[in-house]
């Protein structure tokens, strides 16, 4: 979807130059402290996703909208919570790699966590984690990892048959008992969590990646070719999808510096 371009509206869409560098510099520098039982099987599924690449190449006819994000923030410190809760959202659908913890790791990333507590206490705990691995029939087909995520994170994970961004929410709404449109989904990757998001009507944010070490090659290259993708249909005045509960002239009031104490 095309329209025309709205630049004070865009600024909210567009990543400060100088954060941008802030991340490079912290990507190559944090010492990730992945799971060392991770496994390979894990790190090869997210090294290829043939549902991402056939919606990637689908969005060249026209669906780039569902690869941007409503809202575009540093990490989830920058996002009003309790604002988006006022505003009618009903429940929190968490990536986890690289979103809340390091890929691979069992524990929110520290300086997350406040954050964290400070909106789930806002949705009054309602939030999941949908991962690509975890709770993926798949990959996960008894769940065993993750209950292992459940009790480390403290935050539940959907069991579910598709691959982000494949398939429907039926899962995800009989959890929570809305529509999908009351969703919010967070995640650090465009072809996978944003689009998942927009594909079924939630209100999406992207996050920038907590760290690229640890990645596998297939991820980081996958990374580069969105982001240049998305940041040249922003330019080009390239919208989200619109959201009935947040007006696209309004999505830039949800996001700000971290409180105190975050
Ligand atoms: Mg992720």
Not at 6 to 29: I, V
Not at 63 to 70: D, G, I
Request: hydrophobic share 40%; net charge positive; charged share 20%.
């Amino acid at each position: 979807m095309r329209v025309a371009r709205a630049p004070s509206a865009r600024r909210c869409l567009c990543r400060p130059r100088a954060g941008r560098r802030t991340w490079l510099h912290r990507a190559h520098s944090t010492n990730a402290q992945a799971d060392p039982e991770a496994s390979g099987m894990a790190r090869a599924q997210q090294n290829f996703n043939s549902v991402g690449v056939g919606l990637f190449f689908s969005l060249f006819g026209g669906r780039q909208s569902l690869a941007l994000p409503h809202l575009a923030a540093p990490d989830i410190r920058h996002v009003d919570w309790a604002a988006l809760r006022a505003a009618g959202f009903s429940g929190l659908v968490f990536d986890k790699d690289n979103t809340l913890s390091l890929p691979f790791a069992l524990e929110v990333e520290p300086r997350l966590q406040e954050s964290l507590s400070r909106c789930l206490a806002a949705f009054e705990g309602r939030a999941v984690l949908y991962s690509n691995s975890a709770g993926l029939q798949q990959y996960d087909p008894e769940g065993k990892e993750a209950a292992v995520m459940e009790a480390a994170l403290g935050i539940p994970v959907l069991r579910h048959v598709d691959k982000k961004p494949g398939g429907g929410c039926t899962e995800l709404e009989a959890h929570f008992g809305c529509p999908a449109s009351d969703l919010i989904m967070v995640g650090d990757r465009y072809l996978t969590d944003i689009a998942f998001g927009n594909r079924h009507g939630m209100l999406t944010v992207h996050v920038q990646p907590l760290t690229a070490a640890g990645e596998p090659y297939g991820v980081w290259l996958a990374r580069r070719v969105e982001e240049f993708w998305v940041a040249r249909w922003t330019a080009a005045g390239v919208h989200p999808p619109a959201h009935g509960r947040v007006p696209y002239t309004e999505l830039a009031k949800h996001l700000g510096d971290p409180s105190p104490g975050q």
